[in-house]
């Protein structure tokens, strides 16, 4: 997959804004992934350039995600009751998984990576995915913990936010129930992730394990998205 495919450009007008349930999905992605695997022999597309501007790899991986989703909810694989929710959060996965690259998924999948190897990448995949979400994990969750905080709360984010505004005309549309799920849904993540401490607010460095530090070397950007002196 190709590693910038699903990816948001933070200088894009609007940010994404969807990423009101299921926090991490870090045990979703690796199912998901798993799928991405066992399917990737139907395709052997070259990344040239085709007549409407996009790439023949950027076709693949369209294909790709739309034979897995379909897959992926008509096999429930995921294991969820009813088939509106198992729609929605198969799509959310699936966006999240777009950002990632064939290596990356690749790790994601295999059944010998720890969980908190998946945990890592799934927070990569959704900071990646969500440019919102990886300027706060860079400028506020990171910063923070470079200068020597050692807690982070629901305040520093709605600051955060508030700054942001100014020129995201979109976060003041907001409702107020919505920008408290995308609050919540941040937060629930990175206590999945185990980058914060729920019940006392605290940050908690994260020790990227030789593996992910190694895979995450071609996109060195990422280690902005966790509480790290890593690059």
Request: aromatic share 8%; charged share 25%.
């Amino acid at each position: 997959m190709a590693g910038s495919y699903g990816a948001e450009n933070p200088q894009n007008e609007r940010y994404r804004l969807s990423f009101t349930v299921g926090g991490l999905l870090a045990l979703q992605g690796k199912i998901l992934a798993t799928l991405f695997v066992e399917n990737e022999h139907e395709y052997t597309t070259s990344d040239v350039e085709s007549t409407n501007g996009t790439t023949a790899i950027d076709h693949e991986i369209g294909e790709r995600i739309t034979r897995i989703r379909k897959q992926a909810i008509e096999g429930n694989v995921l294991s969820i009751r009813t088939r509106s929710a198992n729609s929605r959060v198969v799509s959310e996965v699936l966006k999240r998984l777009s950002a990632l690259t064939e290596t990356e998924i690749h790790y994601l999948a295999d059944d010998d990576t720890p969980a908190s190897d998946r945990q890592a990448l799934m927070w990569v995949a959704m900071c990646r995915y969500y440019a919102l979400v990886g300027e706060f994990a860079n400028e506020v969750l990171r910063e923070r913990y470079l200068m020597g905080f050692s807690t982070l709360n629901k305040d520093d984010y709605d600051r955060f936010i508030q700054a942001k505004s100014m020129w995201h005309p979109e976060l003041e549309e907001l409702s107020a129930l919505t920008a408290g799920k995308l609050r919540s849904n941040v937060f629930k993540a990175m206590s999945e992730a185990e980058l914060w401490e729920k019940e006392s607010d605290t940050l908690l460095p994260s020790l990227l394990s030789k593996s992910v530090t190694a895979i995450l070397e071609n996109r060195s950007e990422s280690f902005r998205f966790f509480p790290t002196r890593e690059r």
